[in-house]
C-alpha cells in the first residue's frame, strides 16, 4: 500500500467515529503527518495511534468523507465492490428489469458507502454527480465499475458535475458524455412516462426521491381539486390525474418546467381537459387564487443549504404552510415537504404546527413521509435522511 497521509484527531475527537459516522469535521484533527493533499485517501487515528478509518481528504468544513473503517486499497476491485453491491440492493428492491419503472436511485452517497457520489439510473443511462475531489480523482474506476455491474443494462454514462464541483480551486470540470450519446429520454415511473432531459433538468433531470410520495397522492387524489405547488415538470400532478382528480392546478416558477408539465399530462392522457399549468410565483398564486382546492402538494427547493441560515428557513417553511393551511378546503388532505438536510424532522414538524396554530385549523397527522429505499440511510448518518414529508387532514 502506498505511503498515505495520517490524519490524528484530538482526544475525544474520535467516538462520532466509532460510531461508524462517516464525516470527519476540520475541527477534530489535532494534526496531519504528510501531504495534504485535496481528493487523496488519508488513513484517519485517535491520539493512541489506533486505526479508525480511511476516507478522501479535502479542504472545507468536512475534511475526511469516510471510505472504509477496515484498511483498505482503493483500487478498482474497490470500486467494483461498492457500485456492485449499490447495484444489487436496487435488484433486491425490484428495480432492476422492472417494466413498470425504470428510473431510480443507484447510488446514494453515504447510503452507499460511498459519500461524495451520486449515480441516478434513466433506463439504461447512468446520470453521474461527483461533490467530491475524492469522487472526481476516481473518475474512470467509477465509469468501469458502472458498466461492469449493469452490463448491458447501461449504454449511456452522463457525467453532470460541473456545477457540484465548480467550487473547488483546480478542477475545470466540464459536463459531458462518458458513454453513448443520448442527452434526453422517455423513461416510465409507475407507468407514467415521463420525458426526462438530464443535460437541462434540475439536479439529474428528475426528482426520483418522491417517487413513493407521487404514489400516494394517487391513492388520495379520487375526486378532489388538486393543487400541485413547486410541481417541477408535474411529478405529482400526473398521479393525481391517474387518481381520478376533479381538477389539477400545477404551479411553478419556472417556464421550462411548466412546458415539461403541459406534455407530460398530454403524454399520459391525451385530451384530457382537467389539468391547468401556471408558470408564476407561489406566493403570488396563493395572494390570488380563488378556487376551493381539497388536495395540496407543498414540495419546495431546499430552503436551508446550510445549518447558518436554519432560522430563516424555518420561518420560510412556516410561512409557507400557513397559506396552504389559511386556503385548504374543510376536509381537505395537505401533503407537505422538505428537502433540506439541514432541518430536522423536528423542526420541520414545529414549523409546521406553528403554520396550523396561526391558521386555527383542526389538523391530524395521516403519514410521515421519507424517501424511497433506493436512497437508503446509513443508521450511523442521520443527516442522509433528507426528504421529510406530512400527509394531513385539514378540518
Ligand atoms: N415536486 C417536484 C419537485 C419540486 S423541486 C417533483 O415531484 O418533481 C422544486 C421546484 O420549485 C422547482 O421546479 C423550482 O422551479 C420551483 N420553485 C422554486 N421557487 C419557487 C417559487 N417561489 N414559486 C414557485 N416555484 C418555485
Request: charged share 25%; hydrophobic share 35%.
Amino acid at each position: 500500500m502506498a505511503e498515505r497521509t495520517r490524519i490524528v484527531l484530538k482526544s475525544g475527537k474520535d467516538q462520532s467515529l466509532r460510531r461508524y459516522h462517516p464525516w470527519v469535521f476540520s475541527g477534530a484533527i489535532k494534526k496531519i503527518h504528510g501531504p495534504e493533499r485535496e481528493g487523496d485517501v488519508v488513513d484517519i487515528y485517535d491520539n493512541k495511534e489506533e486505526f479508525l478509518a480511511s476516507g478522501h481528504y479535502q479542504k472545507g468544513s468536512i475534511a475526511v468523507r469516510v471510505l472504509s473503517f477496515e484498511p483498505v486499497e482503493t483500487d478498482q476491485s474497490f470500486w467494483d465492490q461498492k457500485i456492485g453491491n449499490a447495484w444489487k440492493l436496487r435488484e433486491k428492491l425490484g428495480l432492476v428489469g422492472n417494466r413498470d419503472t425504470n428510473v431510480f436511485r443507484w447510488v446514494n452517497a453515504e447510503g452507499d458507502g460511498l459519500p461524495g457520489l451520486i449515480v441516478d439510473y434513466y433506463g439504461g443511462t447512468a446520470v453521474v454527480q461527483m461533490h467530491s475531489i475524492g469522487m472526481h480523482h476516481n473518475l474512470e474506476a467509477i465509469v468501469s465499475s458502472l458498466k461492469k455491474s449493469a452490463g448491458d443494462r447501461v449504454h449511456t454514462i452522463y457525467n453532470k458535475s460541473e456545477t457540484t464541483l465548480s467550487d473547488k480551486p483546480g478542477i475545470k470540470e466540464k459536463s459531458g458524455f462518458l458513454m453513448g450519446q443520448q442527452e434526453q429520454g422517455e423513461v416510465l415511473e409507475y407507468g407514467f412516462r415521463f420525458n426526462v432531459n438530464w443535460i437541462q433538468g434540475q439536479k439529474t433531470g428528475f426528482f426520483i426521491d418522491q417517487r413513493e410520495n407521487r404514489k400516494l397522492v394517487g391513492e388520495y387524489a379520487g375526486g378532489r381539486k388538486v393543487l400541485n405547488m413547486f410541481g417541477y415538470t408535474g411529478g405529482f400532478s400526473i398521479y393525481g390525474m391517474g387518481g381520478g382528480a376533479k381538477l389539477v392546478h400545477s404551479v411553478d416558477s419556472s417556464g421550462k418546467a411548466i412546458d415539461l408539465t403541459r406534455e407530460h399530462v398530454e403524454m399520459n392522457f391525451p385530451g384530457d381537459t382537467r389539468h391547468k399549468a401556471y408558470a408564476v410565483d407561489a406566493f403570488g398564486y396563493f395572494k390570488e387564487m380563488d378556487e376551493a382546492y381539497d388536495l395540496m402538494i407543498l414540495d419546495p427547493p431546499a430552503f436551508a443549504k446550510h445549518q447558518n441560515v436554519l432560522n430563516n428557513a424555518l420561518q420560510g417553511y412556516k410561512r409557507l404552510n400557513q397559506r396552504a393551511f389559511e386556503h385548504i378546503a374543510p376536509g381537505g388532505i395537505l401533503f407537505t415537504f422538505s428537502c433540506s438536510q439541514a432541518v430536522s424532522r423536528e423542526n420541520f414538524r414545529k414549523s409546521v404546527f406553528v403554520a396550523a396554530a396561526n391558521a386555527k385549523r383542526k389538523v391530524r397527522i395521516l403519514h410521515q413521509l421519507s424517501q424511497p429505499p433506493d436512497h437508503p440511510v446509513s443508521i450511523y448518518h442521520l443527516e442522509g435522511e433528507y426528504l421529510k414529508g406530512l400527509v394531513m387532514e385539514v378540518e
